[in-house]
């Protein structure tokens, strides 16, 4: 379960991206998180793996307060959260298949276990047959299925994605967003943020609609 | 247990990987470092060499006394005969003038000087080793000696190995003040040469820390390829003062000969090189070690 209450970040410029955000995503539901580019949305999913910590108010993931934890601890939240970047953040100097490997590089798996959670997650997005490929032969579409197969290798319980669809034409960005909703259906959480309210509408899920670093509204089944 | 030694052999790979993907550089790299040590290593082996010596010849203290050249051969004699007696002399070997200006007469290219010079210009000479050892008794013999009748100089022979030790002992300090700086030089090179690996694996850096690589998993294959660059520069650093002293040697060899011994400048001893090897490493891993945290530092978000 994640928990926003009453969180505010203020960059040292002075710049106020998120203004009193109070919010709860229960265990195993998609949430939607919708606003214009400079809403505040990029930051919001930045809070809960401490990539940023928030100036005010209290983020809890799993009970934790993430905002608060150590740096020796922040590691090993990380691991339990599956996070897609915006910009992706791929290594290009290395195959399909040692990108998806990263993770588990640090994590305690057997070599055997550790290959066969690579196989089994790049399967998932279907790039299987490309595992051997470097990432910058893939299509966009491919990319970002590689990037959620990086996400999810570890089988995270929590999965984060900034603009998963941005730059992608509509059949691509489609395909996507049905990964997000397969690893959902299987009791993942999966926290989503996009400017793309059309794409939005075809799911009858949660939204969380930003604008100005302030919570507008929700709708949808809740 | 068996996971983190799989963590660390990993980490050394990787490591031993970077490295050799830049070859040149990290040759340069090595030269660089092993220049760096090599002077106070080789210092070290030269005041190695330097006091072997120095403690060689102040283990036989003598005291050269010179008589007046008017003195009669008998006052000589009679001089020797008391201080065979002295309970403080080991030995006395007596030089008469007339040995003294055949040796010299022997000596190649002298023979010539010796005829020209018409009358015998030397003193006889009694050569004193003192049976116990210690410079108050050597001192105080030479004063002694210095007064006795018919004596024109009583001169300790291993003041010049008393010099040696003392200016050996400046040395040392000198050695240790340019290994100092020499230390701090070599942590920055590898500070920076770290800091260059570092730049070109940002984006892995980033992403590994972003997907929740510890601090500790980052910086492991930047200190064991500190390490590494480091026992390279050792490497050097012996290679470096081995052939230097070999060189030395052939030189030192010749003018020993001409003192009658086989001094020779040693090279360093296993521990020495084993010390060399283990100071060299942990320098360069220091040097990894600031800069990786430095850059870790720099890449945590507020």
């Given at each position: 379960m994640i928990s926003f209450s009453a969180v505010s970040k203020r960059f040292p410029g002075g710049k106020e991206a998120l203004r009193g955000l109070s919010f709860t995503v229960e265990d195993g539901e998609l949430l939607f998180i919708t606003g214009h580019s400079g809403a505040g949305k990029s930051t919001l999913l930045k809070l809960i793996p401490a990539i940023e910590r928030p100036s005010s108010g209290t983020v809890l993931v799993n009970g934790q307060n993430v905002g608060a934890l150590k740096p020796a601890a922040i590691p090993y939240l990380r691991r339990n959260l599956g996070l897609v970047f915006q910009d992706q953040k791929l290594l290009y100097d290395r195959s399909v298949y040692d990108n998806v490997m990263l993770p588990l590089v640090f994590s305690d798996h057997s070599p055997r276990e550790a290959a066969r959670r690579v196989r089994a997650a790049l399967d998932k997005v279907g790039l299987l047959g490309r595992e051997r490929a470097n990432p910058i032969q893939l299509s966009g579409g491919e990319q970002q299925r590689l990037a959620i197969a990086r996400a999810?290798?570890?089988?995270?319980?929590?999965?984060?994605?900034?603009?998963?669809?941005?730059?992608?034409?509509?059949?691509?960005?489609?395909?996507?967003?049905d990964i997000f909703v397969e690893f959902n259906r299987v009791g993942v959480n999966v926290l989503l943020a996009t400017h793309d309210l059309g794409l939005v509408e075809r799911f009858a899920t949660r939204v969380l609609r930003l604008s100005e670093g302030r919570l507008l509204g929700e709708s949808g089944a809740g | 247990m068996r996971s983190w030694l799989r963590q660390h052999r990993l980490a050394l790979a990787a490591a031993a990987r970077k490295w050799l993907a830049q070859r040149a550089a990290a040759l340069l790299n090595a030269l660089a470092l092993g220049v760096a040590l090599a002077l106070p290593a080789g210092g070290?082996?030269?005041?190695?060499?330097?006091?072997?010596?120095?403690?060689?010849?102040?283990?036989?203290?003598?005291?050269?006394?010179?008589?007046?050249?008017?003195?009669?051969?008998?006052?000589?004699?009679?001089?020797?005969?008391?201080?065979?007696?002295?309970?403080?002399?080991?030995?006395?070997?007596?030089i008469t003038r007339e040995d003294a200006l055949q040796s010299l007469r022997d000596t190649s290219g002298l023979a010539d000087v010796?005829?020209?010079?018409?009358s015998n210009p030397l003193p006889d000479t009694l050569v004193v080793t003192v049976a116990a050892s210690g410079e108050k008794t050597l001192d105080q013999l030479a004063e002694e000696l210095g007064r006795a009748p018919g004596v024109a100089q009583a001169q300790v022979d291993a003041l010049w190995a008393r010099r040696l030790a003392a200016l050996e002992r400046v040395g040392r300090l000198a050695l240790v003040l340019v290994a100092g700086i020499l230390a701090v030089g070599l942590v920055a090179i590898a500070f920076n040469t770290i800091r260059l690996q570092i730049l070109t694996l940002r984006d892995e850096i980033e992403v590994s820390k972003l997907i929740g690589a510890t601090d500790a998993f980052i910086q492991r294959p930047f200190l064991y390829l500190g390490l590494l660059q480091?026992?390279?520069?050792?490497?050097?650093?012996?290679?470096?003062?081995w052939g230097a002293l070999a060189l030395l040697n052939t030189e030192v060899a010749g003018l020993a000969r001409t003192y009658g011994s086989d001094f020779r400048l040693p090279f360093l001893s296993l521990g020495e090189v084993v010390g060399l090897a283990l100071i060299a490493g942990g320098l360069g891993w220091l040097g990894a070690y600031m800069s990786v945290s430095k850059y870790l530092r720099e890449i945590e978000p507020a």
């Open positions: 999810v290798v570890n089988r995270p319980s929590i999965l984060i994605a900034d603009e998963p669809t941005a730059n992608l034409d509509i059949d691509s960005a489609g395909d996507i967003l | 070290f082996a030269l005041l190695e060499g330097l006091q072997a010596l120095s403690t060689r010849s102040a283990i036989d203290p003598q005291v050269s006394v010179f008589m007046r050249t008017d003195v009669a051969p008998q006052a000589t004699q009679q001089l020797a005969a008391r201080l065979r007696r002295d309970p403080r002399v080991h030995r006395v070997r007596l010796v005829s020209a010079l018409g480091g026992l390279a520069g050792a490497l050097v650093a012996l290679g470096l003062v």
